[in-house]
């Protein structure tokens, strides 16, 4: 079956919320932790069902947004979905106290039950509303974001599209790009505000009616942080502007010198050659092709992976009107596969969204297999985008099939990307963390702060006075700032794993391999911390972990001669 042929219908939420009253009542009279068991397995399945529903909405929504019918389809989860956590918590609070806990434990282990102990905390019905107002928020943005077309080139085209000339030799047409870019986001400048403004109003009332200060201390807990707090994440903060920001410092000096320009700005960022940056050759169905070739040779695994992506053609990968922006693996439990979303642009992510959300979804596929209850199937996010990120690295024999003879350029471009992204991805972090403990600031006072973080994160950034981005609004475009609240500095310490992952390929592949695989067949059973101690690797937190991966890779960059 294809994933267009997948029947949809709207599923009862009413049926659902009986069934999962009826597995708490159970659970609550269950006399062994066996039948406890059995229950848990029920309860799983009946959430998968209705949550397979939601993803099917979600996806054939972000395929085109203003698509009517699954617009308010996903409207009706945005609304349900608060109130089915509400009756979760109240199964997850059983099992939580449960008189067999220690029996469960030997089973399941202990990451559930810290997880649904963290859950807890996060959630009283009370915020419902709010919750279902957050929703609607998002959903403002992201459908703002997707209506963006601009007129470049001679062409309308949606924002995606302007990456392959924000990488273009003339230096003239890079500057253009992000200046039409820019003219859209000013020119809704108040709509962006608005929601944003809203947002925080909003997450912020969420935490103080659960009796937090702020909105802090619940992001963290909603992004399930089992091991760490904002303290290790300060400190973790420190390390990149001490051990990594001067690296990337000396990096772009090399870039600048390598495209022939006397000072260096915002606009040569992505450009990485002078004679152009490598960019992966033929149509997308050619490089969906050469994906399906790569992950066939690269293991058995990864071969029976591939070839159930294809046959139930589980991808959407061409940028198009009306298509939500950005890329995202999601998964489809009831049917035991993932989806891969992604907006090709002729650039060089294409191939990275290839093989970062192949991650994910091999991730997803793999622990499907391995692990039987779902609550354990994944790690926090931070774990799962070790997943990601070390694919990337792990599928290099393969680059030349989208490449050919610029293979080496991009390999080059990547690992110096992989570097450069780690103080954006922390300074993107920390200007949450800014804006959630002053939620009052205005949002000049919200762009005044961007653009201290740019002058210390990414001190070599000149932005020449672009709109949009020369007035410190360029965060307005990570959409994980308005839809993820916190979610980004689990891709700064997920690279630094990542990089870990390359280092070991780099003397030697195949212990590379097994690494990660032993890492990915863990899932989600351990904490993000133990699973890389598990697998061999250093946790990102442990002080200088990052100092030594600034060596070891930057070492290798300064002996690729292109």
Not at 32 to 51: D, M
Not at 345 to 354: H, K, P
Request: a negative charge; proline letters at 5%; one cysteine or more.
């Amino acid at each position: 079956m294809k994933f267009n042929e997948i029947p949809y219908s709207r599923p009862s939420h009413e049926e659902l919320l009986v069934k999962i009253a009826d597995f708490t009542k159970q659970l609550k009279e269950a006399d062994s932790a066996e039948k406890q068991i059995e229950i848990l397995k029920a309860f799983e399945k009946a959430i998968s069902s209705f949550n397979t529903c939601g993803t099917i909405a979600h996806i054939r929504n972000t395929i085109d947004t203003r698509d009517k019918f699954y617009d308010e389809e996903r409207k009706y989860y945005d609304e349900m979905g608060p109130v089915i956590t509400e009756k979760e918590q109240e199964f997850e609070k059983e099992l939580i106290n449960s008189p067999f806990r220690k029996e469960l434990e030997k089973e399941l282990g202990s990451v559930m039950f810290i997880n649904a102990e963290m859950s807890q905390r996060s959630f009283d019905p009370k915020i419902i509303p709010l919750m279902q107002e957050e929703n609607t928020l998002t959903a403002q943005y992201q459908k703002l974001y997707a209506s963006a077309t601009v007129n470049f080139d001679g062409k309308d085209m949606p924002l995606p599209m302007l990456g392959q000339y924000k990488q273009s030799p003339d230096r003239a047409v890079r500057k253009a790009a992000f200046e039409v870019e820019g003219k859209f986001f000013d020119e809704h400048r108040a709509e962006f505000d608005q929601i944003f403004d809203n947002l925080i109003k909003n997450r912020t009332k969420q935490a103080q009616e659960l009796g937090f200060e702020n909105f802090l201390e619940l992001g963290y807990l909603r992004r399930q942080r089992n091991c760490y707090d904002a303290e290790d994440v300060a400190n973790y903060r420190k390390q990149v502007l001490e051990d990594l920001v001067p690296l990337v410092k000396k990096l772009k000096e090399k870039q600048r010198e390598r495209i022939g320009v006397d000072s260096f700005k915002f606009y040569d960022d992505p450009f990485a050659f002078k004679d152009g940056n490598a960019n992966p050759h033929g149509t997308p169905e050619h490089l969906l092709a050469c994906a399906k070739q790569m992950y066939s040779e690269m293991s058995p695994e990864t071969k029976e992976f591939i070839e159930l992506m294809f046959d139930m053609d589980l991808f959407d990968v061409i940028s198009k009107p009306g298509k939500a922006p950005g890329g995202y693996c999601t998964s489809l439990h009831d049917y035991n596969c993932p989806f891969i979303f992604s907006n090709f642009n002729g650039t060089s992510g294409d191939v990275d969204v290839l093989t970062h959300e192949a991650g994910h979804a091999f991730a997803f596929y793999t622990a499907g297999k391995e692990i039987p209850y779902i609550a354990l199937q994944q790690p926090s996010m931070e774990g799962c985008e070790v997943h990601s990120m070390s694919m990337e690295f792990l599928t290099s024999p393969w680059h030349h099939l989208f490449f050919e003879e610029e293979t080496a350029k991009y390999q080059l471009s990547h690992a110096e990307d992989a570097l450069s992204f780690i103080p954006y991805g922390t300074m993107v972090d920390y200007f949450q963390e800014l804006v959630y403990t002053n939620p009052d600031w205005t949002p000049e006072q919200r762009n005044e702060a961007w653009a201290k973080l740019e002058s210390e994160f990414r001190p070599y950034m000149d932005f020449d006075n672009l709109p949009f981005y020369g007035r410190g609004a360029g965060w307005q475009r990570q959409l994980h700032i308005y839809l993820y609240p916190f979610y980004y500095i689990d891709y700064c310490m997920a690279q630094t794993v990542a990089l870990q992952v390359f280092a070991k390929y780099l003397k030697d592949p195949k212990e590379a391999w097994e690494t990660y695989l032993k890492y990915t067949k863990m899932g989600g059973t351990k904490t993000f911390v133990d699973l890389v101690k598990t697998a061999g690797l250093i946790s990102p937190l442990d002080n200088g972990c990052l100092k030594d991966v600034c060596v070891t890779i930057g070492n290798w960059a300064d002996q690729q001669e292109i």
